[in-house]
């Protein structure tokens, strides 16, 4: 403690106990494309930097550093940059090098940045200003706070403009000293050149990141040499100069280039005043991209994606478009457009048919849309969407209880056209309480009136004697007594040329929760009746090649949830756990060990019992002897370790699989 307190009135002193100016903080993560903990801490950065609590005290930039190791391919953030970022976070020896210790308590052995990803505030440890360690998980708005209140000796203006080209941004930086200031070594101002918001349609690297901000892409003159400062200042002493800033080729979008000024000592490192010029819109021609559309695929290895484009520009007609679209991830061969778009209007693109993988489920397509001429912009958009795959037709039962935290489950496929609020996978409430897994739509979050979101079934063949059946639990809440969020089931036997509707339901018709719930719904833990179980027969699918999906439509209203889904022929039952509405009842659940199970029967008979732990290993087997009527059999299950089993019961030619929680209490 009294090694920080010293650190912080050292802090003090090297800025100027005189200065008048507000201060606006740099800081400077050293950050990394191939650095797993570096994708995992940044979204949490970012979010605490740009909170409208920071915002005005902090500015960042973002050196993409090669830790662990450099990426392998040839284009990477770091490579495009290599030779500045190199200096910046390298020993003294070979670079600029900030010390590498990581708080108070540690003694430096080695200089330069070693560790990613690894933050600095001011040219200075975090730890200074109040953090545990320099990784940047312990920015709060606290350290921010102490390190902004530092006055600073020096106010500074940064303003910028387009060239007529845009190929170019002119900047003009004053300097003025709002306090006398000495500096320890050589005093210079540094210009970079960041783009405040990068999103790639694959990962640059190998850390599965591919949103990046206030990434620095460039510095003017150079980030070595900056421009140079007198050493002594005093009151009202001014600078002032010009830099003119070639956009570099690898640029990504040209309207989110920002500039991050900032006047450093270098004999101590430590930072005197920071200044932004930020992103500024293009004066002239622009492109938006507004929809792409994937249509399913049953027969096919091959898809024809469409995706819409507007001309967002003011001044030019778009003649020439280049789309490169990604399957997967994955590039595949680009389509030229040409034609005339004029101001405001819209086209549809029809682009080359593309392979696509033939597992079924659902798969992404994205797509980069670059203007050739005039280029304004580089890359535009990276639009993105889900489509379904039928690769094949498997058997049934399909019985989903979404155990698995893989989400969607294999074969499953979610379809979310506007990307906003969809489908995805509860862990904290099942079927009638008796687990903690589910599939949830967050209608609460979806504020798109009538958006349609999709959950397919695995394609299944269904060919029998009997009509087909769908069963699954529901739970659902309304916002408000006129909330009017909609559930239907659809099924195809044609790939999705024509559906058929079996089930609808809506608003106060769907609610399971009694009055409406105002706060994002979770079903009561302690009510059962919150749930119930839906019964569908498909009548005339009991066919070969069937499509089934659940389709909601949204009315902002709140959320729903599906458990127990089972699809199959009526001589085989999945996974149902609704015990009022079938002849097995098992109880209590959870339970300490010892399960009693319920089964009536109009005929005597045998049963088995088959008990499977999480990764499917049987636990338990044991027959039962069933006479007609009511009978109660016990399972004894202590010694297990907790968790959550299947119960499978066979009777005859039909199972009945049941979830059983079993745990300490």
């Known amino acids: 403690m009294k090694r920080s307190i010293l650190a912080l009135s050292l802090a003090l002193i090297g800025f100027g ?51 662990p190791s450099a990426p392998s391919n040839t284009w990477s953030l770091y490579k495009t940059n290599q030779a500045e970022i190199d200096w910046r976070y390298k020993a003294p020896s070979a670079g600029y090098g900030y010390a590498s210790q990581n708080n108070a308590s540690s ?56 060239n007529k080209t845009c190929s170019a941004v002119n900047l003009t930086v004053n300097i003025q000293a709002t306090a006398s200031f000495t500096s320890s070594g050589n005093l210079v101002f540094r210009t970079v050149m960041v783009e405040r918001l990068i999103q790639f349609s694959v990962q640059p690297g ?66 005197a005043q920071a200044c932004r010029a930020d992103k500024v819109p293009l ?150 309480n008796l687990t903690t897994e589910s599939t949830k739509y967050d209608f609460f979050n979806n504020t798109n009136i ?27 809440a309304q916002r408000t007594n006129t909330s009017n969020d909609q559930l239907e089931v659809l099924v195809s036997d044609d790939c999705g040329a024509n559906w058929t509707s079996f089930y609808y339901t809506a608003g106060t018709a769907m609610s399971t929760a009694g009055s409406p719930v105002t706060n994002a719904y ?32 949204s009315d902002h209203g709140n959320n729903l949830y599906l458990d127990n889904i089972n699809l199959s022929q009526q001589s085989t039952v999945g996974i149902r756990n609704d015990g009022a509405k079938e002849n097995i009842l098992m109880y209590p659940n959870p339970t300490n060990g010892v399960v009693n199970i319920k089964m009536n029967t109009s005929n005597a008979g045998m049963s088995m019992i088959t008990v499977l732990n999480n990764i499917g290993q049987i636990v338990y087997t044991g027959e039962v002897t069933l006479n007609a009527g009511s009978n109660i059999t016990q399972v004894n299950l202590k010694g297990l370790p907790y968790g959550i089993y299947m119960v499978n019961i066979t009777t005859g030619n039909s199972t009945t699989h049941r979830k059983i929680n079993l745990t300490n209490q």
């Open 107 to 162: 003694a430096i052995t080695s200089q330069g940045v070693n560790s990613a990803p690894s933050g600095r505030i001011d040219g200075q440890h975090q730890w200074v200003f109040g953090a545990t360690s320099d990784h940047p998980t312990y920015m709060s708005n606290a350290i921010i706070t102490t390190a902004q209140s530092y006055t600073s000796a020096f106010s500074i203006t940064m303003t910028r403009a387009w």
């Open 450 to 476: 009538g958006d349609k979101d999709e959950l397919y079934l695995p394609p299944v063949n269904l060919l029998g004697s009997t009509n087909p059946i769908l069963t699954f639990d529901l739970a659902y």
């Open 17 to 67: 106990i005189s200065a008048q100016t507000p201060r606006l903080s740099l800081y400077e993560e050293f950050t990394g494309e191939t650095c797993p903990p570096c994708a995992a801490t940044n979204p949490g950065l970012n979010a605490t930097l740009l909170s409208a609590t920071n915002a005005t005290k902090i500015v960042a930039i973002k050196w993409q550093v090669p830790i």
């Open 283 to 432: 004066p002239a021609d622009a492109l938006a991209g507004i929809a792409a559309q994937v249509d399913l695929t049953c027969s096919s290895n091959m898809i024809t994606p469409t995706v819409v484009v507007k001309n967002d520009g003011t001044v030019n007609a778009i003649t020439a478009l280049t789309l490169t679209p990604y399957i997967d991830g994955i590039q595949g061969s680009p389509t030229n457009w040409t034609g005339n778009l004029a101001i405001g209007s819209s086209a549809t693109v029809v682009l080359n048919p593309i392979t696509t993988p033939v597992i079924s489920g659902a798969h992404t397509f994205t797509c980069d849309v670059d203007m050739l001429s005039p280029v304004y912009n580089l890359t535009k958009n990276a639009m993105k969407t889900n489509y379904m795959v039928v690769g094949n037709y498997q058997g049934t039962p399909v019985a989903e209880g979404f155990v698995s935290t893989t989400y969607p489950p294999t074969g499953w496929g979610v379809i979310n056209p506007d990307l906003g609020p969809t489908w995805s996978r509860s862990g904290i409430t099942g079927g009638f």
């Open 522 to 553: 979770v079903p009561d833990p302690l009510n059962p009746t919150h749930w119930r179980n839906e019964f569908v027969t498909l009548t005339g699918f009991n066919k070969p090649n069937v499509l089934v999906k659940f389709v909601v439509t």
């Open 206 to 271: 190998t850390n599965g990141e591919t949103t990046f901000e206030d990434v620095a892409i460039k510095s003017f003159p150079s980030i070595q040499s900056g421009v140079s400062m007198a050493s002594n200042w005093t009151i009202g002493q001014t600078q002032t100069f010009t830099l003119s800033c070639p956009i570099p080729s690898y640029t990504r979008k040209k309207e989110e280039i920002a500039f991050v000024g900032f006047i450093q000592d270098d004999g101590n490192k430590k930072v």
